[in-house]
C-alpha cells in the first residue's frame, strides 16, 4: 500500500521564477491529500500527474498567502472540470469569510460541495479518518493561528500465525475470532491466549508536517515516532535570532525536531530567498540527523511498508 | 525606443502542467505594464527576467479568476521585496471591494500604495498617459464587464530638414520655431511655411489588446490602422456558436478582425484546452489574415520604428 510524500514547492514566502510556494501531495493507498497550497499548485499536480480532481481533502497549516494562494484557483478549475465530489477543506478560521468572498466574486455556481472543517491551532484532534487513515492536527507556534498535521496509518488488523492453525485445528470460526482479538476456546476445552496464535503483519507509518513554526517541544511530543518527519528549516542556523522574531526555524533546530522525536527520516524546507543553494542548509543539518534531506520540487518521500515478520 | 509585447500566458479558464492563464508584458520605452494576471504571473515575469518592481502600472480586462488570479500574489511579493512607489491597477468595479479583502486577509500593512483606477467598461477612454505612451480602453462583448487595452505611441516631435536648415541658414531660435510648427521669417522677409521645412521622423505604434471577447465592430472601429492586435480566438471556427455563447470568438473572428481595423500582426490567444495544438487555429485564421501568430508563452512580439524619412 502506498504512502508517499510528493513536495509541489518548498520556498518561502517570496516565490522565484523556478522556486514555488508551499505545498505537498500525500498519498496513502492512493487517497490524495494537498497540505497547503501555494500559487500554482494546480499546474505542479498536474505536472506530477495527479489531476486536482482526484484530491479527497486539503489541509491548510495557516492562513498565510504563500500557504494558500493556490487555493482559491484550483476550486474554481474543479468547477471548470465539473467536479461533482464535495471537497473537504481543513483550515483555520476565517477561512469561511475567504470562501465566501471566493463564491461571491469568483465562483456563485460551483458543481460541487466545499466542506470546511475549522482546525483549532491550539488543539490535537483528530480531523480526518477513513479505513486506511487519520489525520491529527499539531498545534504549531507562528506569528498566526497554525496547526501542522500528522498522517498516521491505521494499526493493521491481526493476522493468525499459519502454524497455530495447523497445530491446533482452528476452524473458519476460530480464525475469524482470534483475528478479533479473541482467546480461542479448542474442541478439548483448552483455552489458546490470543497473543499466542495472532501477530500484527506491518506497523502503521506515520508523516507529519510542521510548518511555519518556531522549534516547539509539545509539537515534537506528538510526533514522536514518526517516519518522516518535515519541518521547515526556513534559515541556516545563525540566523537563530531572526527565525525566532518571525515565527520560524533554523536547521538545526528542525534537525532537533527530528532527533527528539526519534523520527527516521527529515525533510526540511520554506527555505528563504536568501539561499541561493539550499544545499548547505540541509548539510548543516546533518551535522545532527544524517538522515536529513531536501524537500526538492517534484521529489517524492516514500515509506516503505514496515513488516513485523 | 522598444516597442514590445510579451506573451505571459495564452491559455483559457482551464489551466495545465505547461500552459498558464492569460497575461502579457506590454514594454514601451522601458517602462513596463502588465496586461491581466492569471495564476502565476509574477514566476512567469522573472522567467522572462522582469522585476515585479518594475512594473508601472496593471491593465485588468475582467474580473475572471483567470486573468486575475496571480495578480494578488503579486501584490503580496510586491510587499515583501519592499515596493516603496505606487503601484496603479486600472480594472472595473468592483476591484476595490477585492483589494479591500485582499488587504484585510494578507496584507494589512503593504509598504506601498496601489492606487485602483476604475475602468467604465463601456467607455472608450484615456486611462493612462506619460511622455511617450497612452493608453485606451476599448469597450468589449463578454460575459462580464470587459475592456480591451490599445497602447498608443505619442506622436513624435517634427523635426527640421538639414537641407533646409543649410539653404536658408536657419538659426537655433528659428530651428526651435520650426519645431513647434510655426512658419518662419526669413531675414529678407520671405515666409517658409513650416510644412516645407519640417517633417515628422516616425509614426506612432500600437498595439490593442482585446479579450475576452465576441467579435465586436465596435471595438474594430477603436483600433483602426493598429501595428499589432492581439484578438481572442477561444475556439476553431466550427465552433462559433458555442463561442457567441459563452462571450468568446473563433479564429476566423480574430481574422476579420484583423482584417477590418487594418492591424500589421494578429495575436491569437486564449486557446480552449481542447486544442492540444493551437497550430491548427493560426492556420484557420491565415487562410484569412497572412499575418497571424500564436501567443506562445515568453515569446516577444517587437513592433518596429515606423521611421517616415
Given at each position: 500500500m502506498t504512502f508517499k510524500v510528493t513536495i509541489l514547492g518548498a520556498a518561502s514566502a517570496k516565490p522565484s521564477a523556478t522556486r514555488h510556494q508551499t505545498s505537498q501531495l500525500v498519498n496513502v493507498a492512493e487517497q490524495f491529500f494537498l497540505v497547503d497550497a501555494g500559487e500554482g499548485v494546480q499546474s505542479r499536480l498536474m505536472r506530477v500527474g495527479?489531476?486536482?480532481?482526484?484530491?479527497t481533502a486539503v489541509f491548510i497549516s495557516h492562513l498565510h498567502g504563500d500557504h494558500l494562494f493556490g487555493l482559491f484557483p484550483m476550486i474554481s478549475s474543479l468547477g471548470l472540470m465539473g467536479r461533482k465530489q464535495p471537497l473537504h477543506i481543513y483550515a483555520p478560521n476565517p477561512f469561511g469569510e475567504m470562501l465566501e468572498n471566493h463564491y461571491r466574486y469568483?465562483?456563485?455556481?460551483?458543481p460541487y460541495e466545499i466542506v470546511w472543517h475549522e482546525v483549532h491551532t491550539t488543539q490535537h484532534e483528530l480531523l480526518f479518518e477513513n479505513n486506511a487513515l487519520e489525520v491529527w492536527s499539531i498545534p504549531l507556534r507562528h506569528r498566526v493561528p497554525t496547526a501542522g498535521f500528522l498522517f498516521r496509518e491505521k494499526p493493521a488488523g491481526l493476522n493468525v500465525d499459519k502454524e497455530a492453525i495447523e497445530r491446533y485445528g482452528l476452524g473458519v470460526a476460530q480464525i475469524t475470532a482470534a483475528k478479533r482479538g479473541e482467546d480461542i476456546t479448542l474442541e478439548d476445552g483448552r483455552v489458546v491466549a490470543n497473543g499466542d496464535i495472532t501477530y500484527t503483519p506491518r506497523a502503521p507509518r506515520s508523516y507529519a508536517y510542521l510548518s511555519?513554526?518556531?522549534?516547539?517541544g509539545k509539537a515534537v511530543s506528538l510526533v514522536k515516532g514518526v517516519d518522516l518527519l518535515y519541518h521547515e528549516?526556513?534559515?541556516?542556523?545563525?540566523?537563530r535570532s531572526d527565525a525566532k522574531k518571525r515565527g520560524h526555524s533554523t536547521t538545526l533546530q528542525a534537525a532537533r525536531a527530528a532527533v527528539e522525536s526519534g523520527a527516521g527520516r527529515l525533510i526540511i524546507g520554506h527555505f528563504s530567498s536568501r539561499y541561493k543553494e539550499p544545499e548547505v542548509l540541509v548539510e548543516e543539518c546533518r551535522t545532527l540527523f544524517p538522515e536529513s534531506y531536501l524537500a526538492e520540487e517534484y521529489k517524492s518521500f516514500e515509506i516503505e511498508e514496515k513488516k513485523l515478520r
Open positions: 495527479v489531476n486536482p480532481m482526484r484530491l469568483f465562483d456563485p455556481e460551483l511555519d513554526t518556531n522549534y516547539s528549516a526556513t534559515y541556516a542556523d545563525d540566523m
